[in-house]
């Protein structure tokens, strides 16, 4: 984009340093423009401090009822999870059986 090559023992010279000056200032203006966007989609800043909107914020409100809710379904979550995990491995089990079947026929017919 900018060339900064080695001058004269300048690293750039003016017009050079102008441009991309002005390129980072465009820049920053449309960064700020887009976080503008974003708090008015969100109803405030993403980077906002602010407890109350933050999920440490939820976390510090959470009643046992809802944090015993929450429990159950991340509990629910671990034990979808190991089912997945062992049917996977049935599966992967399975096509290894069927290449050693497959083998093993190839070798009794003489093809192998």
Known sequence: MFDLAYNDDEWIDEPEY??????????????????????????????????????????????EETASVLAGQINAIRIYQADMFILVKRQFDEQINLVDLSRRRLRCCGIV
């Open 18 to 63: 102008q441009a991309i000056k002005d390129f980072w200032v465009k820049e920053g203006e449309k960064a700020k423009e887009r976080m503008n966007m974003l708090e008015d989609i969100m109803g405030s800043s993403p980077l906002s401090a602010d407890p109350n909107i933050s999920l440490s914020g939820q976390i510090k409100t959470v009643t």
